[in-house]
């Protein structure tokens, strides 16, 4: 095998390598990151919620007590005013959701489906859980989900929550004495999910990832080509020569121009030793013929 392709396949192996083991590396971290970033989105999303809930019950619900005598107003209720507000969020951002599943809910668009009741059973079974994350695939395209457990922790919920007997009326006028009674204190009724698209930050991180492999790629090419040209220039085509002078002096051709190197390296030194010995054989020669 000639040298230029042991070297060439050697640059070759540790070319494909070099690119694998940075591939890998460079992959984990973005996609680590771009995970981050979804997960500090869906965090926010859900402080938001959260605040928008406690708005509600701490500074509108307190001025609108009397009015729920007359007619009963959903803007008094937390749960309500953070699904509004979401569900305004979502006109912009549709692939963003967030629900307040409940098993039994009071309003029916609360009711948890399929897989939010998985999750809801997941916090109703273990007490001790209190958030849930995970992925699924939705119609448009994977999404990410926190989900936190609603849990009854409040006796006062239960006036309206409990029994029909026990809320207001206008409360039964509205919703109907079908749905959203028989919670228990303590009792774990549903789950807060946020969901948000996984697809924009993992586009991302895939678009960094191939710019980045590339941008190596074309480097390490660069430099194979370098160090082929070096290699050519320094080595094979002196080497070469020289072996072609060796040759034909072995073969009798003693009169042949001697190859000249100037230079100092290790193919010089052999160059001159190379000259030496051919001078030395015809000396030889000479003495032999005379
Ligand atoms: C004044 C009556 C009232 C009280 C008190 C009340 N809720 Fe509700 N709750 C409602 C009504 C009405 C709805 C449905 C609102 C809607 O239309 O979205 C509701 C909805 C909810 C929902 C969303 C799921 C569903 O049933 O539609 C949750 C969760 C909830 N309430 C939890 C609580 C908790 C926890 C408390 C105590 C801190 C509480 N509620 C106190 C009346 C009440």
């Known amino acids: 095998m000639k040298l230029l392709l042991k070297f060439n396949l050697i640059f070759l192996l540790i070319f494909a390598g070099g690119l694998a083991a940075i591939g890998q590396v460079s992959w984990t971290l973005l996609e680590r990151n771009a995970r981050d970033e979804i997960a500090q989105s869906a965090g926010l999303l859900m402080d938001a919620a959260l605040a928008t809930r406690s708005y509600t019950q701490g500074q509108i619900a307190p001025l609108l007590q009397t009015q729920l005598k007359y007619t009963f107003l959903p803007q008094t209720i937390a749960a309500y005013s953070a699904t509004e507000v979401f569900n305004d969020v979502r ?9 307040e599943a409940v098993l039994n809910p009071t309003n029916p668009r609360d009711r948890a489906v399929e ?12 007490k001790d859980t209190a958030e849930i994350i995970g992925d699924r695939d939705t119609p ?10 609603l849990r009854i922790s409040n006796p006062a919920c239960l006036q309206c929550h409990s029994t029909v007997e026990a809320a207001p009326p206008t409360l039964i006028e509205r ?9 228990q ?7 807060q999910i946020i969901s948000v698209p996984t697809k924009v930050p993992l586009d991302r991180a895939q678009k960094a990832f191939n710019l980045f492999m590339t941008s190596t790629g074309t480097v390490f090419v660069a430099i194979g080509i370098m160090l082929n040209v070096m290699l050519w220039l320094l080595v094979i085509r002196p080497v070469g020569k020289l072996s072609t002078f060796a040759d034909r002096v072995s073969l009798g051709e003693l009169e042949i121009p001697e190859y000249k190197r100037t230079s100092n390296d290790e193919i010089g030194v052999l160059a001159r030793s190379i000259g030496r010995m051919r001078t030395s054989m015809v000396q030889a020669m000479k003495m032999l013929d005379s």
């Open 91 to 99: 006109k912009k951002h549709p692939e963003y959701a967030y629900k």
């Open 115 to 126: 897989w939010e009741a998985d999750i809801v059973n997941q916090f109703r079974n273990n």
């Open 140 to 149: 448009t395209g994977r999404s990410f989900y926190i989900a936190r457990p």
């Open 175 to 183: 919703y109907g004495p079908a749905n959203g009674f028989g919670w």
């Open 185 to 191: 204190l303590n009792e774990t009724i549903g789950a």
